[in-house]
């Protein structure tokens, strides 16, 4: 179906075609009619999947041109709030819809003034939270409310959060409740919160025959990141994601990467605001080949043209493994996903092949150098790395 058979404004369908959309994806052919006509929808897609649109363009299409707060989006984390702030900004902007986003870590005084006369806020529960304690946001006029990575929001713990700012909003509104995945738990949510919702699923992006699937069994901790190095410089030629357990074990191997020639950025829920937006820029611009990240910053961007995926760390859960491994091999192009194993990862990689739906084969050990890798500030990191290359003649 192509965006003019949606009969929305002419306006949204221009911005549409200019920014080279023509074609709805599935989730978008199967949501937006049913939003238009003012449902409550709980639609399951993967990051990528034009989810994102899906509910934006409805309800651009709906939002009165007065000076009320009408539209309310939820969103896990603050990657997520801006990304979608950004698309609401593009094709809200010729019809004079301001979209206001509001996420902690940075003052609260500049988010109070841009509230004014904003048609859309996207915000994270906690944020909203404190701005709802201070009454600087006026929810009484909400029309539509939509949760967004609703799954992930349940795993951090923000459902109480959720629920706190629900009730200051009206009753009679349009809730869409998107998620990757709809477990018993989301299905309670819907039910308490959405009237009467039309639950949509879409086929899953990552094309399993595409898709190639490994695991190093690495037997010195200390050779995880020269494999990685080299497997990175010999076997990747395009974006690569590498996933970590830690912010801290984040920040080290995006540092370790650097040094060694490979334009790596890190991007975790503990950096500054400025550094987290650098990172999502360079993603945007690709002029980066590595992005190094923990699952809850990654969680939600749609990063485009992803290669390879690299587990650093392996993963608690299949679940969250499969939530990994689906950002590459997407749109009919090839994939590989790659784990690093070594021994204190042995219990978690067990608890990830459980999954018998999961095809990880053991890869060859291939010959590498042995590279530096420190957990130190640049002028130790300097000084050790100096000592290195004298001692194995680098």
């Known amino acids: ?27 978008q052919e199967k949501c937006m009619r049913e939003i238009l006509e003012g449902r409550d929808v709980v639609g399951q897609a993967e990051t990528g999947s034009g989810k994102t649109l899906a509910f934006i363009l409805p309800i651009l299409d709906k939002i009165k041109l007065d000076s009320t707060l009408q539209t309310l989006v939820l969103t896990p984390t603050r990657e997520l709030c801006v990304q979608v702030t950004e698309v609401f900004q593009e094709f809200g902007k010729d019809l004079g819809i ?44 909400v029309r539509f409310l939509v949760l967004d990575e609703i799954d992930k929001m349940l795993d951090m713990g923000f459902i109480e959060d959720v629920g706190k700012i629900i009730s200051y909003i009206p009753k009679e509104r349009q809730t869409l409740m998107f998620s990757a995945t709809v477990s018993q738990n ?12 039309l639950f949509v699923r879409t086929k899953q992006l990552v094309d399993e025959s595409k898709l190639k699937q490994v695991y190093y069994d690495i037997y010195k901790q200390n050779d995880k990141f020269s494999l990685l190095v080299h497997l990175l410089k010999e076997h990747t030629s ?10 801290k074990e984040t920040d080290i191997v995006a540092k370790n990467l650097r040094k060694q020639g490979i334009n790596a950025l890190a991007i975790h829920g503990g950096m500054s605001q400025d550094k987290r937006l650098k990172s999502l820029e360079a993603l945007r611009k690709q002029t980066i080949d590595v992005l190094v990240a923990t699952d809850v910053a990654a969680r939600g961007l749609d990063i485009k043209n992803v290669t390879h ?10 679940k969250e493994y499969i939530h990994r491994i689906g950002r590459t091999a997407r749109a009919g192009k090839n994939g590989v996903a790659i784990t690093l194993l070594t ?51 680098v």
């Open 186 to 197: 989301i299905q309670r949510i819907a039910g308490k919160y959405l009237k009467r919702p």
């Open 309 to 318: 995926v690299y587990n650093y760390d392996v993963p608690k859960t299949s």
């Open 1 to 27: 179906m192509k965006f003019e058979e949606l009969n929305i404004k002419s306006k949204i369908v221009k911005r549409a075609r200019e920014s080279g959309l023509n074609e709805l994806t599935s989730i």
């Open 98 to 141: 301001k979209t206001v986003s509001i996420y902690g870590g940075v003052s609260i005084e500049p988010q109070i003034r841009n509230l004014h006369n904003a048609h859309v806020v996207v915000g994270t529960p906690g944020r909203m939270l404190d701005h709802i304690k201070r009454k600087t946001i006026d929810l009484s006029n």
């Open 238 to 247: 395009s974006l690569s994601i590498v996933f970590c357990g830690t912010r």
């Open 343 to 393: 021994r204190r990862d042995h219990d978690n990689f067990r608890r990830v092949q459980s999954d018998d739906t999961l095809r990880i084969e053991l890869a060859d050990f291939p010959e590498f150098r042995k590279l530096p890798f420190f957990r130190t500030s640049d002028r130790s990191f300097n000084r050790k790395t100096n000592v290195f290359n004298r001692r194995y003649r």
